[in-house]
């Protein structure tokens, strides 16, 4: 405006300025929102690579670069650009060197290596399916990786030879398998994930397993003869969902030892520093709904087992060695706040460093990420629910953040404000947590209509991070209410498993209570109350009509309405029946049928629309389309939305979110009152 001179420039400066002020968030600004992800520190803590995620609202697509950046803040600058997806960064032990995955060529996805003295990029692989996880070895010559690998499927019927000319239909699917599709991925393939090692020379990959069971990601012994990985290799795997060990892999005939030898999952193992113990995460399986995570080190080769964590009643996570070997760096959830944390082989633990987040964008759940260089210097997500995920760094002298990736847009769009709140439950009085969102130029004065959306798991958490999807409620003038009832976790094993076998249940009475807390605020305007919530969110959005008609509508997202048949429909059938409910539903079919919305249905008066994605296979649509038909059947108000080409997730297209969101708003809108 420094140029601004004379009457005529005095009023197009105004009229500049006029035009600069802040509005609301609107729905195409989700192809706006950039964040970062997967921060890798090196090893002597001078510089961070990152993930920058964007999408391209052309296309319709979430995309990523590389970024890399000093610890101090600066020279923040791009390794790679494009119109594509390019992420794992993982650093050599040298510092001289990175791999990582994309698709920048014929969208294929390979593994890259990358110099960094002079940023060129080779492929390693150009294999039919991408490497998962990859490790390097400690000399930095080679790299180990699982990989999925096809295998052959015969089939039981053999059709006739067709005529020579003919247009028969294709041949009929047989399939014999526990476990035959899953969310995400469709009908599944013949094959497994098998276990490779691959010169940084590039190369053929050597296949070094070939079993019918998935193996994890490998992790190097410090002389390089060996890999340490986890699987689940029990006979009847697809029925023991949760019973793996932790096993070594000698790279001189491939021979398999296993380190571990206990009923329940064990896996994550990871190396200390001198290559003499290792660590890694499990539990003993009680089958109970939710069971802690915890913290267990070895001998590297198997002798001494021991639990760390006994005394942390939270679940462990990203466990990485300190330098000195005398400890360990992990992450962890406490009362919807993400942390790292710091553990003793004494079992003493520290807290490092708060407020980690920002990876979940569409609603507000705690997920997040970090690294630790041989400094004992970290990088991290910093979560925050005024922005989604940036860099920050931390250190002895406290921690920075790095990045403001979405300053660009919030500097013409008003974000709600976020108030964290507690509440006494109405059933036991128990303190339950949740976060109110308030609109743009929020006036407490004035009476708002108002949302309660409600999480998914049900073992999940909602935090104090930011949600695309709540914020554009807040954005069309909506208080909303999100909030972290009985069953989730980052509360400890107790109050996660208040709902075990009794879910749903209670947590109506934590999310009523909760409802009734907000209104006693005085802003909210009681004839124009909304729920909605999905997945596990969903079943208590079902739940919750059938329960009470205070709300003058619902959206039920990708629920499950009929717990017999989502055990016997979805993926992981065995995992539910044997975990959430303890029989299988013939074997006790009045409490499968007492915790189902369906047998609610005959109470519902509110007008309730049902979402599910078109491949959702977690709950698939069959749960919604028994919904929407009872109903039609009993007169209730209903309408169903379907999500084209859309599995469980349905926020991993932009436009997906958009969606979800819009008709969420178009309904609530129809039957809200002034």
Not at 131 to 142: F, I, K, L, Q, T
Not at 247 to 267: E, I, M, W
Not at 569 to 596: C, H, L, T, V
Request: glycine residues 10%.
């Amino acid at each position: 405006m420094k140029n601004c001179i004379g009457v005529i420039a005095f009023l197009l400066c105004v009229t500049t300025v006029s035009a600069q002020t802040k509005t609301n968030l609107e729905l195409t600004d989700i192809f706006e929102y950039e964040f970062v992800s997967d921060p890798q520190i090196s090893p002597d803590g001078s510089k961070i690579i990152y993930v920058r995620n964007f999408k391209d609202i052309m296309t319709d697509k979430n995309l990523s670069n590389l970024w890399i950046v000093n610890f101090d803040g600066s020279q923040n600058r791009p390794l790679t650009t494009g119109n594509h997806n390019d992420y794992y960064p993982r650093w050599s032990h040298d510092g001289k060197k990175i791999i990582f995955k994309s698709n920048m060529a014929d969208d294929k996805m390979k593994l890259y290596l990358m110099w960094l003295d002079t940023k060129e990029t080779a492929p390693l692989t150009n294999t039919p399916k991408a490497p998962g996880a990859v490790s390097w070895s400690h000399d930095d010559r080679y790299v180990a990786f699982n990989m999925f690998v096809p295998g052959k499927k015969e089939s039981l019927i053999k059709m006739p030879t067709k005529p020579e000319g003919a247009k028969w239909n294709t041949p009929p699917t047989y399939i014999d398998k526990m476990n035959y599709r899953g969310d995400g991925q469709g009908y599944l393939k013949a094959g497994n994930d098998q276990l490779f090692t691959l010169s940084i020379n590039g190369g053929t990959p050597k296949q070094l397993t070939s079993s019918e069971f998935d193996h994890g990601a490998p992790v190097w012994s410090k002389d390089g003869k060996s890999l340490y990985f986890s699987a689940n290799f029990q006979p009847e795997e697809a029925f023991e969902p949760a019973n793996s060990e932790v096993y070594k892999l000698d790279l001189s005939d491939n021979s398999v030892t296993a380190l571990t030898n206990r009923f329940g999952p064990d896996g994550s193992p990871t190396l200390s520093p001198e290559g003499t113990l290792i660590a890694y995460t499990g539990n003993d399986d009680t089958f109970q709904g939710y069971e802690l995570t915890q913290l267990y080190v070895m001998n590297a080769d198997g002798s001494n087992s021991r639990l760390l964590s006994a005394d942390f009643d939270r679940d462990i996570g990203n466990v990485q060695w300190a330098s000195d070997g005398k400890g360990l760096y992990f992450q962890y959830d406490s009362e919807g706040d993400s942390k790292i944390g710091h553990i003793t082989l004494d079992g003493k633990v520290t807290t490092i460093a708060e407020g980690l987040g920002g990876l979940s964008l569409g609603r507000p759940y705690n997920q997040a990420d970090f690294t630790v260089s041989n400094k004992g210097t970290f990088a991290y997500t910093l979560g925050g629910t005024q922005h989604p995920s940036d860099l920050a760094v931390a250190d002895k002298k406290g921690t920075k953040r790095l990045t403001y990736l979405n300053d660009d847009l919030f500097s013409f769009r008003n974000v709600g404000e976020v108030e964290e709140i507690w509440w006494n439950s109405s059933f036991d009085d128990r303190k339950i947590q949740g976060w109110i969102v308030t609109p743009p130029n929020f006036d407490p004065t004035k009476k708002y209509p108002f949302i309660l959306e409600i999480h998914g798991g049900p073992f999940q958490s909602y935090g104090s991070v930011y949600s695309a999807e709540i914020q554009a409620y807040a954005a069309a003038g909506y208080v909303v209410l999100y909030s972290n009832p009985r069953g989730s976790t980052s509360y400890g094993a107790e109050f996660g498993n208040l709902i075990h076998h009794d879910y749903p249940n209670h947590d109506y009475e934590d999310l009523m209570s909760g409802v009734d807390a907000v209104i006693g605020k005085g802003y909210v305007d009681t004839n124009n109350l909304f729920v909605t919530g999905g997945s596990g969110g969903g079943v208590l959005t079902a739940w919750i009509v059938g329960k009470t008609d205070r709300f003058k509508a619902a959206v039920v997202a990708k629920p499950v309405i009929n717990w017999t048949s989502f055990v016997l429909y979805a993926d992981g059938a065995a995992f539910f029946s044997k975990y959430w409910f303890g029989k299988k539903p013939w074997e006790d079919p009045e409490n499968y049928f007492r915790r189902s919305p369906l047998n609610y249905v005959g109470n519902v008066t509110t007008p309730t629309m049902l979402l599910t994605g078109e491949e959702d296979f977690r709950t698939p649509i069959a749960e919604s389309e028994q919904f929407y038909t009872a109903l039609k059947l009993e007169g209730v108000e209903t309408a169903m939305v379907r999500i084209p080409g859309s599995g469980h997730g349905i926020a991993n297209r932009p436009s997906n979110l958009v969606a979800k969101i819009a008709s969420v708003l178009a309904w609530f809108n129809k039957y809200k009152t002034e």
